[in-house]
């Protein structure tokens, strides 16, 4: 029996497993995917919100502006990248001018750092800058990530500290029993005294497993983007429009940690939780909207184009609570942007808010909470990469050329915890892949190497889900 269970291993499931790993507690993180962080984490914008946008007297503000300060600690706990770029929100004329003044009392009030830039001033830092903006209200703390990567190192920290992990694990009913619940599932029952549900665009159907009339209805909103190739240098700044009931935070530029620039996103309904295709639609949304702020977009530097699907909710604030009819459930529901930058504040709330008034939290001995920097060629010096490559070389041996990622670097992320066993897991790690050829020069290689170190056939390994296999046959 568990004490708890959580469904999701987004960054929500993942930094609570890794908050509850510290205690004398029997937990089960489980996903339905074949990796961690294959849901809304993985296709968002990155940004770790500094908290000015969420209403008054919500959750969301709340747990946005605490979460914000607590990742520069995580990342460097967890040795995840972290950027601070600061951001611009930028607007055009008068109307907007008066919108900036709320964010900016917001800021105040929530003791968040802010300036004030002309548009001329502002386009003094940012020549892509369109000349229709006329005021900015710059948020020089705002930071980016690499969110998969945060999560992964969660969840390999929670592992090590005793976690139990089931991916391809997918909660498809549950009982409750006098004590406690039972998570059945295609992988086998999970019996657990407590339930989290974090299962993101999933939360209202897994909430229907044990309540017929949900407080809440989640509908899958799609957000697609643009990326650019690190090779252009576009922006330093995210820049946001100014926000809007209509268009949320709108379509924006973001620096990313890797120096690519993501443009983006739109925001349409879909039915489908699993429809992350890109459209002509959405993205011609996306370039139409950006000429607001923003020009001389470099599109022929354009290498990919994606979709992430945010768990639009009719509830406009977090959903953190044990739901009133099922002692034991509890729900982190409606976790819509800032999701990302709230996580850290979520888990904590859950912890402190909820599950202590239920369990005994006795801390372990001998847990360790942080993570060693993976070694990345990109991040060190010369001379740094000259030792590296004498001590292991490995590291000297390049299968990404894009990227420049070793094939060290490569076998170092398959065979730690929670390591990846698939090419888009090895991708999302390391970033072989994720260049200007995506992946035309590397998969095969990167697949090479998984057959051999996972000792499998080459024909048996995976792009991502289960059964994605790449090669169909041997042909000689
Ligand atoms: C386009 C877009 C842009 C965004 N930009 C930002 C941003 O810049 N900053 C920010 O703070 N936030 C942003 N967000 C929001 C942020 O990405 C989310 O709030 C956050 O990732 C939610 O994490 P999660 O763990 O709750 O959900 P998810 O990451 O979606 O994880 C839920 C997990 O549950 C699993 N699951 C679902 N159903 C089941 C089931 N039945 N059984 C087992 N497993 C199941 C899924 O496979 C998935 O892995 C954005 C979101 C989108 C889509």
Not at 12 to 36: F, P, Q
Not at 211 to 218: M, V
Not at 325 to 351: C, D, K, M, R, W
Request: glycine fraction near 6%.
């Amino acid at each position: 029996m568990y004490d708890i269970v959580i469904i999701g291993a987004g960054i929500t499931g993942t930094m609570l497993a890794r908050d509850l790993s510290r205690y004398r507690l029997h937990v089960a993180l489980i996903d339905k995917e074949n990796d961690i962080a294959d849901g809304a984490t993985m296709a968002n914008s990155a940004i770790v919100h500094v908290g000015y946008d969420p209403e008054d007297d919500t959750l969301k503000a709340l747990l946005n502006v605490e979460g914000a300060r607590m990742y520069e600690k995580i990342c460097e706990d967890l040795g995840c990248h972290r950027k601070v770029t600061g951001a611009y929100v930028a607007a055009c004329g008068e109307v907007e001018e008066k919108h900036l003044d709320i964010l900016a009392d917001r800021a105040e009030r929530r003791g968040i750092t802010y300036e004030w830039l002309s548009g001329d001033e502002a386009r003094k830092e940012e020549e892509n800058l369109s000349e229709q903006v006329t005021k900015v209200l710059s948020f020089p703390t705002t930071a980016v990530i690499y969110p998969w990567e945060v999560a992964i190192a969660c969840a390999e920290v929670a592992v090590t500290n005793g976690v139990e992990i089931y991916l391809n694990t997918c909660c498809e009913r549950i009982t409750k029993e006098e004590d406690h619940f039972v998570i059945h599932t295609n992988n086998g029952d999970y019996e657990t005294r407590y339930v989290i549900n974090a299962s993101g665009v999933g939360a209202e159907k897994v909430y229907r497993m044990v309540c017929d009339t949900p407080e809440f209805k989640i509908t899958p909103r799609r957000g697609e983007y643009f990326v650019l190739d690190h090779q252009v240098h576009y922006v330093n700044h995210i820049i946001f429009p100014v926000p809007s009931a209509e268009k949320g935070k709108g379509v924006l530029a973001v620096p990313t940690v890797f120096g690519n620039t993501l443009l983006g996103p739109n925001s349409d309904y879909v039915d489908d939780p699993e429809d992350t295709g890109t459209s002509f639609e959405g993205l011609d949304y996306v370039r139409a909207n950006l000429t607001k702020t923003m020009k001389n977009v470099p599109y022929r530097y354009v290498i990919r184009n994606f979709a992430g699907l945010r768990p639009s909710s009719s509830c406009p604030d977090f959903i953190i609570e044990e739901a009133k009819t099922v002692p034991g459930f509890i729900n982190a529901a409606s976790i819509e942007s800032p999701g990302l930058a709230s996580a850290p504040a979520v888990s904590q709330y859950i912890i402190q808010n909820i599950l202590k008034k239920h369990l005994e939290l006795t801390e372990k001995e001998n847990v360790c909470l942080t993570r060693e920097k993976p070694l990345a060629m990109a991040d060190l010096t010369p001379e740094e990469k000259a030792e590296a490559i004498r001590k292991n070389p490995l590291y000297g041996k390049i299968i990404c050329r894009c990227e420049q990622i070793s094939e060290g670097e490569i076998l170092d992320c398959i065979h730690r915890p929670c390591g990846a066993h698939t090419v888009k897991g090895v991708k999302k790690r390391v970033r072989p892949g994720m260049g200007r050829c995506q992946g035309g020069f590397c998969e095969p290689r990167v697949l090479n190497i998984l057959a051999r170190e996972l000792n499998i056939s080459p024909t048996e390994v995976v792009l991502d889900a289960k059964n994605a296999k790449i090669l169909e046959s041997e042909n000689r």
